[in-house]
């Protein structure tokens, strides 16, 4: 068995990515508001400040800064995950618990990375907020609507064109 460490850094800044398990599906848009609503809660109950987030059908990317003294984000996002399935399942959405018990609606484990320095930060803000676009849902990233982008037009950090511009060349975390 492979032992997976996690960098923890209490206070810290972090980027990750978590998928649902059938990649198929548009579990996440089809039940933004559940989602929306189990994240709210865990907040409340273990507070952490949204730096960025993108919701995709099948995917999310957030960024996250944890308070002072606490680096638990894999408890929150336990907490989310269990939450956001647990409501599916009380509105009726049918699923089967798998041999073990347990509903795969997302997969196992998710991806983390700690933010090092404010270039680091501005480049995954960026890409969470182009990520509509780079999977062809949108043609501009304005015309996503489960994106904090939204927010930072609204606060005046981004333009409502911002990259629209060909010119524009974002981080590409996949190559």
């Known amino acids: 068995m492979v032992f997976y460490r996690r960098n923890r850094v209490a206070g810290g800044t972090y980027f990750f990515t978590l998928t649902l398990a059938d990649r198929r599906t548009r579990l996440l848009t089809e039940h933004v508001e559940v989602l929306r609503d189990v994240v709210r ?61 347990e509903y795969a609606v997302w997969q196992r484990r ?30 501009h990233v304005k015309d996503w609507p489960w994106s904090s982008f939204h927010r930072y037009v609204r606060q005046g950090l981004l333009p409502a064109d911002w990259a629209a511009a060909p010119d524009i060349a974002l981080m590409d975390f996949d190559a």
Do not use: C
């Open 41 to 101: 809660r865990v907040r409340s109950a273990r507070p952490f400040e949204v730096v960025a987030m993108v919701v995709m059908p099948e995917h999310l990317h957030a960024v996250w800064t944890l308070p002072e003294a606490d680096a638990d984000y894999s408890g929150r996002w336990r907490a989310i995950k269990a939450g956001f399935t647990h409501e599916l399942r009380q509105g009726g959405l049918n699923m089967r618990p798998n041999v073990k018990g």
């Open 110 to 139: 998710f991806w983390e990375h700690t933010v090092r320095d404010e270039a680091d930060l501005a480049r995954h803000v960026d890409y969470i907020h182009y990520n509509p676009v780079k999977h062809g849902w949108v043609n």
